[in-house]
Nanobody, 126 residues
Framework: QVQLVESGGGLVQAGGSLRLSCAAS????????MGWFRQAPGKEREFVVG????????NYADSVKGRFTISRDNAKNTVYLQMNSLKPEDTAVYYC???????????????????WGQGTQVTVSS
């Protein structure tokens, strides 16, 4: 099995920045694409960004493109989400996920991810 643990969430003012981290264990981290999803109150969980196993390809949702940056450090079994220029509509629980397919693309659907973290709350005030 795989365990994913997010950290770095919190309360920030609009226009500010946060960096989320996701530490992985349980399988070869470097062999799988990783992704971030988020879920706001009353809404479905939505795709934010994905990154391939090698980190070369990324795939961003239009709502965060140009503001958020995903990266990974395979030596540390960790994936990061740098969030800049935060907006109140970014407020959500953010989830880290590990994809199903060995060395696959940065997929966007929830059912394409096998393992999920517990989530970390990000709140952006006006």
């Amino acid at each position: 099995q795989v365990q994913l643990v997010e950290s770095g969430g919190g309360l920030v003012q609009a226009g500010g920045s946060l960096r989320l981290s996701c530490a992985a264990s349980g399988r070869t981290f470097s062999d799988y694409a990783m992704g971030w999803f988020r879920q706001a109150p009353g809404k479905e969980r939505e795709f934010v960004v994905g990154i391939t196993w090698h980190g070369v390809r990324t795939n961003y949702a239009d709502s965060v493109k140009g503001r958020f940056t995903i990266s990974r450090d395979n030596a540390k079994n960790t994936v990061y989400l740098q969030m800049n220029s935060l907006k109140p509509e970014d407020t959500a629980v953010y989830y880290c996920a590990s994809a199903n397919l060995l060395r696959g693309p940065p997929v966007t659907r929830k059912d394409e991810y096998a393992y999920w973290g517990q989530g970390t709350q990000v709140t952006v005030s006006s």
